[in-house]
């Protein structure tokens, strides 16, 4: 942004401001994928861990990054703008404790045993600990696929928040998209600028990135929170319109009141007294919001966490992100529902700001802010949704990369064969392919739902979960254990998705409580995930009962305490 001229600023339009602003901070992290590969050592190792160089901020602040996507900032507002208040209960109630957990329960044993034994990805942990060299040919295809939908959520969210907010810049240009940067131009300008730092930086890029990007998106969106709250009156007066239009958003789950009340209200709309259109009130059945307590297991089999995980100094660095970790969420995670919930009924100068005909349910987020605040403001808030975006694509991208280099080409080549040059080169190529297809499959589904895409990623991600708690903590858990637990996880996703997506599978004919219901695909009136979990954990014990213990050598290994361990 330095070369542009304060003639050029003054003249610029909101639109055009808001693609200056971006435009530098894409720079901003262009310049810091340059440093970071100053520092770079030139080995397979310091790529894919930074050399377990990583202290207890930096891994606090991008764990937490990671963690955070648009599923996060844009879903959660999606989410909460289109079924209320209870988003906040389903997830984060949830989220904050678990993921905690998981660091802790998780995240010091495998970052034991990967500075012991040299580990880098999850896949080379599942060999050893399972006793088998074609583990991974399972369990490859279905982490890449699982990653995949990660992915889009990213992409489309950022799509989505640069062509809302830099509506108007170029009417002239872009008139299909009402002269805001096009999502096709946005999402491949996001995909570029990780794919550059992921490329050349390696995970101290990444880890630069996530943990400057996690900054930027806390301080700016607790400003953006106070402006929006501001223009609106304050809390108290935002929270009073959605109480006037659209009462049922502020309650986990609706009742046959609020029903009654919405009927009213939507009639009054209609006869043109009020401005605004209510939302129809959305319940939440007690046994689904409990079973989404399973959503947040996801983070023990991400394969980006692991990564990250490996890059600690010590063991003590944990400690830091097992306690901060869950005030973040809440930091992050209430300014995003509460304006999601305030755009429902959201009144200025007597109009409605989220227009009555609004189907993008996505952009509701960097709608209000593109409305409410100033263009700066409102460019810098872009900026911000992109830093929690990109802090998570970078981690996928680059773990993606790992996995195929390490676990594929070093593994069935032969990694005596391989220099760390080759290595390095066939994982970068690798991570080229993955952000082509993931650009190219968002471009096809920019309307997807954020949040939907997101729950059905973590809900896969988590049916895998009781692998990795079997292989921690149950010395019993055997080979075909952990074959039978991996394949019933991926048939069961599979299955459930396919019937949410299209109905075709007929699930709802042979299970009871099965199907849409309130807006939700759910399975024996519970979330898909709940059922999966309980399959995988099955076929892990059952299997395993019934199969050979794992020799004598690998229970010592992994299983007696070393002097100075914590695993």
């Known amino acids: 942004m330095s070369g542009l001229s304060p003639t050029l600023l003054l ?51 991008t764990l937490f990054g990671t963690t955070m996507t648009a599923f996060a900032l844009i879903g959660s507002s999606r989410e909460a703008f289109v079924g209320g208040i209870g988003v906040y209960g389903k997830m984060v109630s949830w989220s904050g404790l678990i993921h905690s957990l998981c660091f802790f329960l998780i995240g010091i044993k495998v970052w034991s045993y990967g500075r012991r034994y040299g580990y880098v990805t999850q896949i080379q942990y599942f060999r050893a600990r399972f006793e088998s ?13 699982l990653v995949v939908p990660y992915l889009l959520i990213g992409v489309i969210g950022g799509g989505l928040a640069i062509q809302t907010v830099t509506s108007g810049a170029f009417p002239e240009t872009f008139s299909e998209s009402k002269g805001g940067i096009p999502f096709w131009i946005g999402a491949l300008a996001i995909c570029l600028v990780v794919l550059v730092y992921v490329f050349f930086g390696g995970v101290r890029g990444t880890t630069w990135a996530n943990s400057l990007q996690t900054l930027i998106f806390i301080v700016l969106g607790g400003v953006t929170f106070w402006v929006i709250s501001d223009k609106l009156g304050g809390v108290q007066s935002a929270t009073q319109m959605v109480i006037d239009h659209n009462p049922a958003h502020l309650k986990v789950g609706a009742t046959e009141a609020d029903e009654a009340v919405y009927e009213s209200q939507l009639a009054a709309f209609e006869a043109g007294s009020s401005p605004i259109k ?34 600690a100094q010590r063991a003590s660095n944990f400690k830091l992100a097992v306690i901060v970790h869950p005030l973040l969420m809440l930091m992050v995670w209430v300014p995003c529902v509460l304006i999601g919930v305030w755009a429902t009924s ?34 810098l808030l872009t900026a911000g949704v992109l830093a929690a975006i990109m802090s998570s694509l970078d981690s996928q991208f680059l773990c993606i990369s790992s996995i195929f280099s390490n676990d594929v080409v070093a593994h069935y080549l032969g990694r005596d064969r391989l220099t760390d040059a080759q290595r ?17 499959i968002s471009l096809r589904i920019p309307g997807a739902s954020v949040f939907s895409l997101a729950v059905w990623c973590f809900s896969g991600f988590a049916a895998l979960s009781p692998l990795i ?52 695909y759910l399975v024996l009136g519970m ?41």
């Open 11 to 61: 003249a610029a339009n909101p639109g055009q401001l808001s693609v200056y602003v971006i435009a530098g901070y894409l720079l901003m992290l262009l310049a810091l994928a340059w440093l970071s590969n100053r520092f770079f050592r030139g080995t397979a190792t310091d790529y894919f861990t930074a050399s377990h160089g990583v202290g207890p901020v930096f891994l606090l602040l």
């Open 133 to 145: 060299n074609n583990l991974g040919l399972l369990l490859f295809p279905v982490l890449v696929g």
């Open 278 to 311: 209510p939302r129809a009130p959305k319940r939440i059945p007690p046994l689904v919001f409990l079973t989404y307590a399973f959503v947040p297991l996801s983070v023990a089999m991400f394969p980006h966490l692991f990564q990250h995980w490996l890059t």
């Open 346 to 379: 959201a009144i200025v100068d007597g109009q409605a700001v989220v227009p009555p005909d609004f189907a993008r349910a996505n952009a509701v987020l960097p709608l209000m802010v593109r409305k409410l605040s100033t263009p700066i403001m409102g460019a």
């Open 424 to 440: 390095l080169l066939w994982g970068r190529v690798f991570v080229v392919l993955v952000v082509a297809a993931s650009y190219g």
């Open 469 to 520: 708690f079997g292989a921690l903590y149950w010395k019993r858990a055997t080979k075909l254990g952990a074959y039978a637990c991996v394949l019933v996880a991926a048939v069961l996703w599979v299955l459930f998705f396919y019937d949410a997506q299209t109905g075709n599978v007929g699930l709802a004919e042979r299970l009871p409580h099965t199907g849409r219901e309130g807006g939700e």
């Open 527 to 567: 979330m898909p995930v709940a059922t999966m979990i309980i399959g995988s954990t099955l076929a892990l014990v059952v299997v395993s009962l019934m199969t050979p213990r794992p020799s004598a050598a690998t229970i010592d290994k992994f299983f007696t305490p070393r002097v100075g361990s914590t695993a």
